[in-house]
């Protein structure tokens, strides 16, 4: 059986409605001035940003936390983007269709800041 590996994605409420649009597997195609989508490697990274930047930003902030199959996910580099803990996973836009077709199982919301989570059924 293949590995996965653990990914979070701090994110605002109108992502994580088009996520549970999805059925809960997969994200958004990123918007023309996102060229890249990053999820992070670390809960307390994404609990930083969901807390900090997407309440102030959006009213609402949520970490959501997924498996990717290991294999695929080494394609992309580890970015580290400011302390030693705060590590992104860069996956170009135009490459996250085949991204979401290796996630494992389904996104999860592990935590909100400012409102209720969406419920995934």
Known sequence: MRGT???????GPQELA???????TAWPPRLPDQPIFYPVLNEQYA????RDWNVPASGAGFVTRFEVDRE???????????GRDILE???PAEELPEFNRHIVGRIEVVHSF???PAAAD
């Open 47 to 50: 609990v930083m940003i969901a």
């Open 89 to 91: 996973l860069w996956v």
């Open 5 to 11: 590996t653990t990914l979070w994605r701090p994110t």
């Open 72 to 82: 695929f996910a080494a394609r992309y580099p580890v970015r580290q983007v400011g």
């Open 18 to 24: 088009l996520v549970e649009a999805s059925g809960w």
């Open 114 to 116: 400012g409102a209720a």
